[in-house]
């Protein structure tokens, strides 16, 4: 969500983009260029409890984490009635279709490849939150 339209940013409720183990860059992109609230998790394990608190608008997460990787989590979002319906995006160094359809069996609503444009990066996540179904 835009920075005018989330509520302020200590309150870390609904309405920021959930970043797990990702770019520090991507970060600050999606912070200072999209106007989102981000926050961030050091790992799946962490990002899932910290969704569960905050139920933000959006999940962005490596495939690559610590203990529980992109898909691992994928998993335990989606099994949560909580967080079942919170858009996901994976990102992933590969570039096969058939490693995002995987991807996308596993419940993510988008894969974006890496390395991925930075300055793009807020207008790609608005727009996939523009068309998912929640």
């Known amino acids: 969500m835009r ?4 509520p302020p940013v200590a309150s870390h409720g609904p309405g ?16 200072a260029l999209g106007g989102f609230r981000v926050t961030s998790a050091r790992s799946g394990t962490e990002g899932v409890r910290k969704a569960l608190e905050d139920a ?15 898909p691992g989590t994928v998993e335990k979002l989606r099994a949560d009635p909580r967080t079942s319906g919170i858009p996901v995006v994976l990102l992933t160094a ?16 988008e894969v974006l490849t890496k390395p991925f444009d930075l300055v793009a990066l807020p207008g ?4 996939i939150l523009e068309s998912a179904t929640w």
């Open 94 to 109: 590969k570039t096969q279709a058939k490693d995002h359809r995987q991807f996308q069996a596993f419940g993510v609503t």
């Open 56 to 70: 933000p608008d959006a999940i962005l997460l490596d495939v690559m984490m610590p203990g529980l990787d992109g």
């Open 124 to 127: 790609s996540l608005e727009a």
């Open 16 to 31: 920021g983009a959930l970043l797990r183990r990702v770019f520090p860059a991507a970060a600050l992109s999606l912070e």
């Open 3 to 6: 920075e005018d339209s989330a």
